[in-house]
Nanobody
């Protein structure tokens, strides 16, 4: 399984951005997907998780209401819609996949990772 994240960039505070993650492989619909983010000197932190069908989603408490995770199993894609962005959302964002991680929220729960896409929110 290979993952490729894209969609990062520079955005002003209060703006929106949609990240995408393209996943290779014919069994995408059997993978739980997650988004994490990392800033220099800090641990990679959980952002969001989505189940196989997209019906179950989980978010970091601090991000609920601003971020939405979505998936399109027909296109092997997972998305992270980020609204009302704040400077503290600045980070490299990673998508991740696992077949055995129901409601997975920690880095060790995921087996496959994308290369990351950088998001910078200016004040």
């Amino acid at each position: 399984v290979q993952l490729q994240a894209s969609g990062g960039g520079l955005v002003q505070a209060g703006g929106s951005l949609r990240l995408s993650c393209a996943v290779s492989g014919r069994t995408f619909s059997t993978y739980y997907m997650g988004w994490f983010r990392q800033t220099p000197g800090k641990e990679r932190e959980f952002v969001a998780h989505i189940g196989w069908s997209g019906g179950r989603t989980y978010y970091a408490d601090s991000l609920k209401g601003r971020f939405t995770v979505l998936r399109d199993n027909a296109k092997n894609m997972v998305y992270l819609q980020m609204n009302s962005l704040k400077p503290e959302d600045t980070a490299v964002y990673y998508c991740a996949a696992t077949q055995f991680g129901y409601a997975a929220r920690t880095r060790d729960d995921y087996d496959y990772w994308g290369q990351g896409t950088k998001v910078t929110v200016s004040s």
